[in-house]
């Protein structure tokens, strides 16, 4: 099980491309996402419907940030989005975000205020040790919603099994179910990105953990860590 941030490190060929926050949860009840998750959902959502109405994604202030890491790793962000770009064109077309599970819901309510692309994970089926490095030739992996992820120069995380996940689309072997107990959240986001509000992100990520995933009465145990830490 992944259990701890300090458990994932960025090897030489990413560490000068990119950043990442991360955020455990435990204990968490994974389902349908509660009536408060909703209006938060729905809220923001038409907020930026709102403020953005008639624009291209390319002209709001924060989605330059995920394209530039994309560009980082030679991929074209116009071509394949980071998934936050992706979130942030459906609620411009009107359609609200998707409902899933409570945690994806977070997950994509979180990449939708931030801008940065977040993979989600259930921690039980990473196995350290974690890295984040470039996508070699020939790599791949099932995704969630697709039949094949290529990875080749693309970021990527990658366990004792292999690779699970990246910025635009994660690994059927390590999604989140009903039956998750601990989720992971991994913000991509480029290594000039400031320190500040990259951290702000995480533990903004965890009091919403906190709020929507708690299991019952128990209250969810979260880290926030940045990687690489200095």
């Known amino acids: ?22 955020m455990h949860a435990a204990p968490v009840a994974v389902g349908t996402a509660g009536e408060a998750l909703v209006a938060e959902m729905e809220t923001t959502a038409a907020g930026l419907l709102s403020e953005h109405a008639g624009q291209s994604p390319g002209a709001i202030p924060g989605v ?14 116009t071509h394949t989005r980071p998934s936050s770009e992706a979130l942030l064109r459906r609620v411009l077309q009107g359609k609200g975000l998707p409902r899933i599970l409570n945690a994806v819901d977070l997950c ?25 490095r470039r996508g070699r030739p020939g790599e791949s992996y099932a995704g969630i919603r697709k039949d094949e992820v290529r990875l080749e120069g693309r970021p990527v995380l990658v366990d004792a099994q292999g690779p699970f ?66």
Do not use: K
């Open 64 to 77: 330059a940030a995920a394209r530039e890491l994309y560009r980082a790793f030679g991929m074209d962000p």
């Open 108 to 132: 994509n309510l979180c990449a939708l205020r931030f801008l940065l692309p977040i993979g989600l994970y259930d921690a039980a089926s990473v196995v350290p040790p974690v890295t984040l």
């Open 165 to 230: 996940g990246n910025p635009t689309s994660d690994s059927l072997r390590t999604s989140v179910a009903p039956s998750t107990r601990t989720v992971v959240m991994v913000i991509f986001a480029p290594a000039g990105y400031a320190r500040d509000v990259l951290r702000a992100h995480v533990v903004d990520a965890g009091v919403g953990a906190t709020r929507h995933l708690a299991a019952g009465a128990a209250a969810v145990v979260t880290s926030c860590d940045l990687v690489p830490p200095e």
């Open 1 to 22: 099980m992944w259990e701890h941030a300090t458990q994932l490190r960025i090897e030489d060929d990413a560490r000068a491309l990119v950043r990442a926050g991360v």
